[in-house]
């Protein structure tokens, strides 16, 4: 997602045109999803009976126990919904909102306008001019871990984005998290009124998602400071890891690679 999303901000940014995205979260993500519901779902989405079963069995049956002090308790039948955790949860919610946004936008054309051409030779600019065999694509949302992306190139079709995703969500039994829900906006100065519930949502000039910052104005410094921070506190870490382990001999240091795995996003 975030790299599609840079994608298209260069692209609008090239055509001098307005770019508007709404960051849309979800309030308590994995536990909407219904067990009997994404079943449904799936069996009329055509999910072949093999991985339909395969699926199912991942979340029908399940038994948990408890561990504490050194004690375990008996074993307990989970019957709630699909919950954080669970295996496959991702991939269930992945297919239930990729539903819940058909539902709300069916064959609507909203989103960005992207033409593009497969033919030719890539630096022979003049035939990107040329209106023969040129495919045009839409693109108005973008999934990511726990909710969407929606964009458009002005603020009035966000808005009308934002009212048919509210509404889908309303009968799908989701509610939007407005404090989560953020826009940003690029080309213009003067932040939109964009309202969810009769409620504004804020304006912010930056977004990071999984160690990715997305800025308004396509500016890696932001970027760079977060990833450096995080070096430099990984690195901190491995240090006084060192001198805790030189202090007790007996204690296991900290390892760098150990690190390395718990703070991903540091890799430039």
Same mark, same amino acid.
């Given at each position: 997602?975030?790299?599609?999303?840079?994608?298209?901000?260069?692209?609008?940014?090239?055509?001098?045109?307005?770019? #508007?995205?709404?960051?849309?979260?979800?309030?308590?993500?994995?536990?909407?999803?219904?067990?009997?519901?994404?079943?449904?779902?799936?069996?009329?989405?055509?999910?072949?009976?093999?991985?339909? #079963?395969?699926?199912?069995?991942?979340?029908? *049956?399940?038994?948990?126990?408890?561990?504490?002090?050194?004690?375990?308790?008996?074993?307990?039948?989970?019957?709630?919904?699909?919950?954080?955790?669970?295996?496959?949860?991702?991939?269930?919610?992945?297919?239930?909102?990729?539903?819940?946004?058909?539902?709300?936008? %069916?064959?609507?054309?909203?989103?960005?306008?992207?033409?593009?051409? =497969?033919?030719?030779?890539? #630096?022979?600019?003049?035939?990107?001019?040329?209106?023969?065999?040129?495919?045009?694509?839409?693109?108005?949302?973008?999934? #990511?871990?726990?909710?969407?992306?929606?964009?458009?190139?002005?603020?009035? *079709?966000?808005?009308? =984005?934002?009212?048919?995703?509210?509404?889908?969500?309303?009968?799908? %039994?989701?509610?939007?998290?407005?404090?989560?829900?953020?826009?940003?906006?690029? %080309?213009?100065?003067?932040?939109?009124?964009?309202?969810?519930?009769?409620?504004?949502?804020?304006?912010?000039?930056?977004?990071?998602?999984?160690?990715?910052?997305?800025?308004?104005?396509?500016?890696?410094?932001?970027?760079?400071?977060?990833?450096?921070?995080?070096?430099?506190?990984?690195?901190?870490?491995?240090?006084?890891?060192?001198?805790?382990?030189?202090?007790?001999?007996?204690?296991?240091?900290?390892?760098?690679?150990?690190?390395?795995?718990?703070?991903?996003?540091?890799?430039?």
């Amino acid at each position: 997602m975030p790299f599609t999303l840079h994608l298209l901000q260069e692209k609008s940014c090239e055509q001098q045109t307005l770019f #508007f995205v709404a960051f849309v979260n979800l309030q308590k993500t994995f536990n909407v999803v219904s067990g009997d519901g994404i079943y449904k779902i799936l069996l009329k989405t055509g999910c072949p009976q093999k991985a339909f #079963f395969l699926f199912k069995e991942f979340h029908e *049956e399940m038994k948990g126990t408890i561990w504490y002090e050194n004690e375990t308790s008996s074993e307990f039948s989970i019957d709630t919904a699909m919950k954080q955790g669970y295996v496959l949860v991702s991939t269930g919610f992945g297919i239930f909102f990729t539903i819940l946004l058909k539902y709300a936008f %069916g064959n609507d054309q909203f989103g960005v306008l992207i033409e593009s051409r =497969m033919g030719g030779s890539l #630096f022979n600019i003049r035939q990107f001019q040329s209106k023969r065999h040129v495919a045009q694509h839409t693109s108005g949302d973008m999934l #990511f871990t726990d909710g969407t992306a929606l964009v458009s190139n002005s603020a009035g *079709e966000l808005q009308i =984005m934002m009212n048919k995703l509210s509404e889908a969500c309303m009968e799908f %039994g989701v509610a939007i998290s407005i404090k989560k829900t953020v826009v940003m906006l690029q %080309g213009t100065n003067t932040p939109p009124k964009i309202y969810v519930n009769n409620e504004t949502l804020d304006s912010v000039d930056h977004f990071c998602y999984l160690g990715s910052t997305l800025t308004s104005s396509l500016s890696l410094d932001r970027e760079l400071d977060v990833r450096i921070g995080s070096l430099r506190h990984l690195w901190e870490t491995y240090l006084m890891g060192l001198a805790h382990q030189a202090a007790n001999p007996e204690h296991k240091g900290v390892s760098l690679s150990g690190l390395c795995l718990q703070y991903p996003p540091v890799w430039l």
